[in-house]
């Protein structure tokens, strides 16, 4: 169990902060354009960072119920699924549950971060980049990669140290079953030192 708690933890982190940078990278490339209602959708964006972890919890363990849950209901309407999943009821689908919410929870933090780095980048670098014929993609990388670079490195150290030491998405969506399937070292850890009463080893454990 300790080993599969070890394994857990590395696959929820290292999915999670991963799915974070890519989807706020995209949210701040997106914001950084001109486009209408930017301010809208800055602030719009930051509900899932500023709203209580418990309230965003309960309402994906709902949206991922295998009876009432609307992702089932989604799907089905889509005829991507035959019929209702129990995504937290599987191990092979709960894990992926929790980080999925896990990623929803924490992408505006590196978009709001990714976007204030971006608009300290001086324009004139991508006119001379225009000038030069670069692509869309050639600035990225040559122009606004190197520019927020900075800030890339710290917003994912601090994430993942978050994110390695979550707990309250974990244990209210699955309580870290079924079977063991998505305990972390969080969750796992007060479930040997107070549920189990076996707080040596919670110790132990956490050490």
């Known amino acids: 169990r300790y080993r599969q708690v070890v394994r857990n933890s590395i696959v929820f982190t290292v999915m999670s902060v991963l799915g974070k940078i890519i989807i706020g990278m995209g949210m701040a490339l997106v914001l950084n354009q001109s486009i209408r209602g930017r301010s809208f ?3 719009w964006l930051l509900i899932p960072w500023i709203a ?6 309960l309402t994906w363990r709902w949206m991922f119920d295998g009876t009432t849950g609307v992702i089932n209901y989604i799907l089905m309407s889509l005829g991507l699924i035959n019929g209702p999943m129990a995504w937290l009821g599987q191990a092979s689908t709960a894990l992926f ?3 999925f919410t ?3 929870r924490g992408f505006p933090f590196f978009g709001v971060s990714l976007l204030a ?4 980048i001086p324009n004139e670098l991508y006119e001379a980049a ?3 014929g670069a692509n869309a993609w050639d600035k990225f990388w040559a122009i606004t990669l190197p520019g927020v670079r900075t800030v890339l490195v710290i917003i994912t150290i601090l994430s993942t140290i978050w994110t390695f030491n979550d707990f309250a998405i974990v244990y209210i969506m699955t309580g870290g079953g079924p079977a063991f399937a998505t305990h972390i070292f969080a969750t796992y850890t007060y479930h040997l030192g107070f549920q189990g009463s076996r707080l040596g080893y919670a110790i132990a454990v956490s050490v």
Do not use: K, L
């Not at 780095?117 to 300290?120: F, S």
């Open 41 to 43: 959708f800055r602030g």
């Open 52 to 57: 209580p972890t418990f309230v965003i919890a």
């Open 97 to 99: 549950a929790v980080i």
């Open 102 to 104: 896990n990623i929803w």
């Open 117 to 120: 780095a971006m608009q300290g």
């Open 130 to 132: 225009d000038v030069d």
